[in-house]
């Protein structure tokens, strides 16, 4: 694709490092270390690692090799291997990030990405921390002084970031750059700005290739910004497009299926059209789906209708996760009882309490 100009703001270099580094002070405190032991561990002085704890030296400027062997010895001081992957995951982000920032956009064509990427990507964005994070104890080590709630971006960064974004967006014209255009579409969506569903929409009269599955991701995408936004009807109009449409059902419960890491990294999303569902078990994607089936949720259709999806696709899966099946029981009773749930979702919800009761005769 040509090129598009980025925006001529100046920023910080902090913001290279601004994840990882937060994350490895997370870390150091989950440990129960102070900066100074953990710098002795490392064999760097105090000041370095307060240099790549707060981003002012970016850790995506370590070698390779160093950064492995920081790895290790986090992992000899008991550090939580989750918390190491969204460590590394850390360093992916803030090396897109860089690029975005730099105006280099080609990267987020490069491989489909999956949601703990996206969700660490997101997190100096939107302030919503990953799942693993999200799911930590206490640390065992007060902070002194304030300390920032999690990764930050400057005014100046997310201007720069967002425009960035939105020119790769609208150069990715070229059927070969479809995946680029998407993911920085739908990263577009974490702006604030007041423009940013009126923007969104307009994209979807510039689809790029005129094929079934760019229409489909592109309708997908759409939805879930402007749900993010607090209109949902784009996504209750997606809902009603999966249903009895075989093709659509399959690519929706691949495209999850992927998303959350059940099936392995894809360069294109050609793998979401082929209407076949692979070997992937579907256990982590179930789990995934009932623990968000919340009354009010913004997503309820969609994940409701996934969930059936996925029970049809997968007859035994309930047989063979019977602690995800007593979950999604006590989900899809609360459901019903509540006056939340619309007509459409309240059948799929009775579908699925009917597969329960056959999973458990």
């Not at 953990?38 to 090799?65: I, K, M, N, Q």
């Not at 460590?87 to 992916?92: A, F, K, S």
């Not at 014209?173 to 969104?200: C, E, I, K, N």
């Not at 999604?328 to 979702?345: I, M, Y």
């Amino acid at each position: 694709m040509p090129t598009p100009p980025s925006e001529t703001l100046t920023v910080g270099t902090s913001t290279r490092g601004t994840i990882a580094g937060y994350v490895l002070r997370l870390v150091r405190e989950q440990l129960g270390l102070a900066r100074e032991e953990l710098s002795e561990c490392f064999r760097v002085s105090p000041d370095t690692l307060a240099g790549w704890e707060t981003g002012r030296r970016p850790l995506t400027a370590v070698s390779t090799g160093q950064l492995l062997v920081h790895r290790y010895r986090l992992l000899h001081l008991g550090a939580r291997p989750e918390l190491l992957d969204t460590l590394d995951r850390g360093l992916e982000a803030d090396t897109l990030l860089g690029n975005v920032l730099d105006g280099e956009t080609e990267p987020l064509g490069a491989w489909v990405m999956q949601r703990p990427l996206v969700e660490t990507l997101a997190w100096p964005l939107t302030g919503v921390a990953p799942e693993p994070i999200r799911a930590l104890p206490p640390s065992r080590r007060p902070r002194r002084g304030p300390v920032p709630a999690g990764p930050e971006l400057g005014h100046a960064e997310r201007r720069l970031l967002f425009a960035n974004l939105r020119r790769a967006t609208e150069y990715a014209t070229a059927p070969g750059d479809f995946l680029l255009r998407r993911q920085a579409l739908y990263l577009s969506g974490y702006d604030d700005a007041t423009d940013v569903d009126a923007w969104s929409a307009e994209q979807q009269r510039h689809l790029g290739p005129d094929d079934w599955l760019s229409r489909w991701l592109t309708a997908r995408s759409l939805a879930s910004v402007a749900t993010r936004y607090g209109d949902t009807e784009r996504t209750d109009v997606f809902v009603e497009s999966l249903d009895g449409d075989d093709r659509a059902e399959a690519a929706n419960l691949a495209y999850w299926a992927y998303w959350i890491g059940e099936t392995h990294t894809e360069l294109s999303d050609d793998f979401m059209a082929t209407g076949k569902l692979g070997v992937w078990e579907g256990r982590r994607l179930l789990t995934h789906l009932v623990n968000r089936m919340h009354p009010g949720h913004g997503y309820l259709a969609l994940y409701v209708h996934t969930v059936w999806a996925l029970l049809m696709a997968r007859p035994h899966l309930l047989a063979s996760a019977p602690d995800v099946a007593a979950a999604l029981a006590d989900r899809v009773e609360k459901l019903l009882d509540g006056p939340e749930a619309p007509a459409s979702v309240r059948r799929e919800l009775d579908g699925i309490r009917y597969a329960i009761r056959l999973a458990q005769a």
